[in-house]
């Protein structure tokens, strides 16, 4: 069973920035694709930023150049820099993990990012 664990949210100003960590029970290279997702109150979950094993990245228009998506192969975890970050940032951020061969997807459990005006 294939577990990720979301860690770094936090309450922060405006402008401010923040680090998520993802980290996997396996090897990331074992995944097709890693991502990103966030989900805000009343709204559906949306695709922030997506990592190819190859290590492309993309992301969302509303982030881009303000959001890094990076990996750490040693410690099997992928992070999302947040900087200048935005009110409309407030969501909770989830790890994803895609494994083609098996049309398997994983999800760890969110962590709450807030940002104050």
């Known amino acids: 069973q294939v577990q990720l664990v979301e860690s770094g949210g936090d309450l922060v100003q405006a402008g401010g920035s923040l680090r998520l960590s993802c980290v996997a029970s396996?090897?990331?290279?074992?995944?097709?694709?890693m991502a990103w997702y966030r989900q805000a109150p009343g709204s559906q979950r949306e695709l922030v930023a997506s990592?190819?094993?190859?290590?492309?990245?993309n992301y969302v228009d509303s982030v881009k150049g303000r959001f890094t998506m990076s990996r750490d192969n040693a410690k099997n975890t992928v992070y999302l820099q947040m900087n200048s970050l935005k009110p409309e940032d407030t969501a909770v951020y989830y790890c994803?993990?895609?494994?083609?061969?098996?049309?398997?997807?994983?999800w760890g459990q969110g962590t709450q990012v807030t940002v104050s005006s």
């Open positions: 990592m190819s094993t190859g290590g492309s990245t």
């Open positions: 994803k993990a895609s494994v083609f061969s098996t049309s398997r997807a994983y």
């Open positions: 396996r090897n990331i290279f074992s995944f097709n694709v």
